[in-house]
């Protein structure tokens, strides 16, 4: 069992699965949960500003806001995510030393994070089970004092979640260029890097080039491996507009998820007392990892079309004029073998039919993607077929077409275009290198998976990660917890407790910082942030709130200190200054990152400013000048026998690693997560019976068993041959050396597993005793 592993299951119910999301019960559960964790006053602030043009930028997910706003543009999950940072419940001192490292090891992580904010910095000492306080100025030094007691920068790693700031990301890839290293793994490694590398080699830029006009004015968008009603929900609101605007989705994934069913909009009459919007006109319940072969077999058939109808099926004029690579495609693409497609995907060939003929009768098409997608051995590949899809009827740099892959948390894209890389572009690291007077190092750097395997191997030593839960969030648990442990020293900017603060390395801090929902003021006055969301509008982000604790630091000061500390005046960077005023920072930020001039007048226009994207210019940033079409195999997936395909998956109730209840409402899950979801068919070709406990044992080729213990089995209406159970939980199960094709993105969404019956007497883990001192309400 992994630290943190918990949740019983006795009062386990389970119901059918919800046909719609949202609605009047989103408003209520939103309430209800803003009330129980923060007052009346701070749940009103945060909910009158989140996602409007002066107010909080939501920290969930990355979908963009309308221009023109309503007065309540956030979802459920936004409500939520906002109100959890601003509960009123405060982690002092004397919880830590009511609270041995060892005994926080062993709670959930639900648990961990409804202790509240943090409000002080704290040290773990390598011969003490206690974190105890330390100043600021005494942290910064300790850290100071174990990076330069490293052999080499590359020793050291600064993990960066979707969660910092547009500001803090620059100044920190800038601290960690001046240090010396490119260690910058993130959180996107882990999600979307497959869409990048993919979207980078076709189109020469890794970025979505659609914006929420685009996707309302599509005739067709396809959703692929995405589960909006949870992970993205205001993605709703601009698919009703592309109903109702006369435009058809397609929906493609193992799950048929309420979001993708139908849709009541809470903001409108017709969502609260009718019935709402059915979403998809067309549901391919397709397996696991078919994505790749179905978009191939979709190609070849429109590539049959054309030859049947010469000169009328595809845009030869865009192929010919932004493409390279089409004459081999071609060829390639012709000899699909409809066996394969056929297994690989699960769908009968008349869903597929059915499919072009959608795409024919399209002018204007959008896909859209998330990680069942990015998290599967051949996720770049298939993004790769994508764009070859899109390219065939010249479905880029035009009005309603384009790719979009969905980002899952609000500021990833702007960490990425900030900087924060292992691998950014030498152009990038010529500028840096320009503007601060120094020379950056040139040799990559590591990601999340390599990062793991470097503190595994004794060759990285000091961990640093501002924001996330680095041990929840990566796979192969007890591995990742093994090397994480495995370091001299670990430190976390946070606001709340989360299993990483416990699983540490023999030094440890905790270094509180603001949320985005606190008030930001430094010597310069009251500081705004600035964030870019999944279509590349950058804008501001403002919190209202009085901050947890007045020992708090931003995030940006966090980084300026700990440079300040660490580097000296070597290179010469106005750190002092930066961390007075953020203007300061952007004016920089201007004369680094193309597409930021006069930062700082644009992102105070109402709603700021968009990037430019070369896609939508018809300009390719590739080796060619051109879009590159591409040619990719795809190998059958050879599950063994007995096996299923499982894929890890967020519940409703969640944000990133944090479960907020034991429910996921849309699924019809209650007070329980260990819980596997399997085709009833399949749960009888196994030998097993609904509600039986099983163990999830994972088969890989390095012959090590991992195994989740104690889950129900729960027969759902999921794809043939596939298994769903909910993430961090079941990370345990994903092998390190599991990893998409060239992204090194972990195949979270394709690992085999076997389902065990659980040994005689062998009863749900000890979740119980953490949980049982969670508040009694939940929704
Ligand atoms: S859709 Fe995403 S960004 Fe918008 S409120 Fe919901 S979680 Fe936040």
């Not at 630290?3 to 919800?18: K, N, R, S, Y």
């Not at 979001?259 to 696991?288: E, M, S, V, W, Y």
């Not at 010919?320 to 071609?330: I, L, N, Q």
């Not at 019976?689 to 213990?709: F, M």
């Amino acid at each position: 069992m992994t630290a943190g592993e918990a949740t019983g299951d006795e009062h386990l119910t389970v119901e059918p699965p919800e046909q719609w999301a949202t609605g009047l019960p989103a408003v209520r559960h939103a309430l209800q949960f803003s009330l129980q964790h923060t007052s009346l006053r701070r749940t009103a602030i945060n909910l009158l500003t989140i996602n409007q043009k002066n107010g909080i930028d939501c920290p969930g997910c990355a979908w963009p806001e309308p221009n023109k706003r309503h007065l309540q543009e956030y979802c459920e999950n936004g409500a939520k995510h906002v109100n959890d940072e601003a509960t009123t419940r405060r982690i002092t001192r004397e919880f830590f030393r009511e609270h041995p490292v060892s005994v926080l090891a062993t709670k959930s992580d639900m648990w961990l994070n409804d202790q509240g904010r943090l409000t002080e910095p704290m040290v773990k000492r390598p011969d003490s089970d206690h974190y105890e306080p330390i100043s600021w100025d005494a942290a910064f030094e300790l850290l100071a004092t174990e990076l330069h007691s490293l052999d080499s920068p590359d020793e050291a790693l600064f993990y960066t979640s979707g969660r910092l700031s547009n500001e803090a990301a620059f100044l920190l890839q800038l601290f960690v260029r001046g240090l010396g290293t490119n260690n910058l793994p993130d959180c996107s490694n882990m999600c979307h890097e497959s869409s990048g590398s993919g979207l980078s080699e076709t189109l020469g830029i890794g970025k979505g080039s659609v914006s929420l006009e685009d996707i309302e004015e599509a005739d067709l968008v396809f959703a692929v491996g995405i589960n909006p009603g949870t992970n993205m929900p205001r993605m709703l609101s601009s698919l009703e507009e592309t109903k109702r605007n006369g435009g058809h989705v397609i929906a493609i994934n193992p799950l048929p998820e309420a979001g993708l069913i139908r849709f009541k909009n809470p903001q409108k009459a017709r969502g609260i007392i009718g019935r709402g919007t059915t979403i998809a006109d067309q549901f391919l319940h397709i397996k696991p990892g078919g994505d790749l072969a179905l978009f191939q077999a979709i190609n070849a058939l429109l590539l049959a079309a054309e030859d049947a109808d010469p000169g009328n099926v595809l845009d030869h004029d865009f192929i010919d004029r932004d493409t390279t690579g089409f004459a081999e495609f071609a060829e390639h693409a012709r000899r699909i073998d409809w066996a394969d497609v056929l297994e690989a995907t699960g769908l009968p060939r008349d869903e597929i039919d059915k499919v072009v003929n959608r795409v024919l009768a399209s002018k204007k098409i959008i896909v859209c993607w998330a990680m069942g997608v990015t998290q599967q051995k051949h996720g770049v590949a298939t993004v790769r077929e994508i764009v070859n899809f899109l390219m065939l009827r010249g479905n880029l740099g035009r009005p309603g077409a384009g790719v979009c892959p969905v980002r899952g948390h609000s500021n990833v894209q702007g960490d990425r275009t900030m900087g924060i890389w292992e691998r950014m572009p030498q152009t990038f690291m010529d500028a840096l290198g320009r503007e601060f007077g120094f020379t950056p190092p040139t040799h990559h750097g590591l990601d999340a998976v390599d990062s793991i395997r470097a503190m595994r191997d004794g060759r990285a030593k000091f961990f640093m990660g501002f924001a996330g839960n680095f041990v929840r969030a990566t796979p192969d648990s007890e591995l990742t917890e093994r090397a994480m442990r495995n370091c001299s020293l670990t430190a976390h900017v946070s606001t709340k407790l989360n299993l990483s603060h416990a699983v540490c390395g023999r030094t440890a801090l905790i270094l509180p910082t603001l949320g985005r929902s606190d008030r930001d003021v430094q010597a310069g006055g009251e500081q705004f942030v600035t964030v870019e969301d999944s279509m590349s509008n950058v804008h501001q982000s403002h919190g209202r709130l009085d901050p947890a604790s007045e020992h708090l630091l931003s995030e940006v000061a966090i980084v300026c200190r700990l440079a300040r500390h660490t580097l000296g005046q070597a290179p010469a960077i106005p750190w002092e200054d930066f961390e007075a005023d953020y203007d300061l920072v952007r004016e920089r930020i201007s004369r680094v990152v193309p597409g930021f001039e006069d930062f700082n007048r644009r992102v105070r226009e109402p709603g700021g400013f968009r990037l430019p994207n070369p896609v939508n210019e018809r300009t390719y940033p590739t080796p060619s000048g051109k879009a590159v079409f591409t040619s990719n195999t795809f190998d059958r997936l050879q599950v063994p026998e007995g096996h299923l395909v499982l894929q890890t998956m967020r519940s409703h109730d969640q944000w990133n690693t944090v479960p907020y209840a034991l429910n996921d409402r849309y699924r019809g899950i209650h007070n329980g997560r260990h819980v596997v979801l399997v085709n009833p068919d399949d749960i009888a070709a196994l030998g097993l019976a609904d509600r039986q406990l099983v163990d999830l044992v994972s088969t890989w080729e390095d012959g090590i068993e991992r195994r989740a213990k104690n889950f129900r089995v729960v027969a759902y209406p999921s794809a043939r041959g596939s298994a769903a159970s909910y993430y961090p939980e079941t990370n345990v199960l994903v092998p390190l050396d599991s990893v998409a094709d060239i992204s090194n993105t972990p195949t979270s969404k394709g690992v085999f597993v076997r389902l065990v019956p659980a040994a005689a007497g062998h009863r749900p883990t000890a979740a119980a005793r953490s949980d049982e001192e969670l508040p009694a309400v939940r929704s």
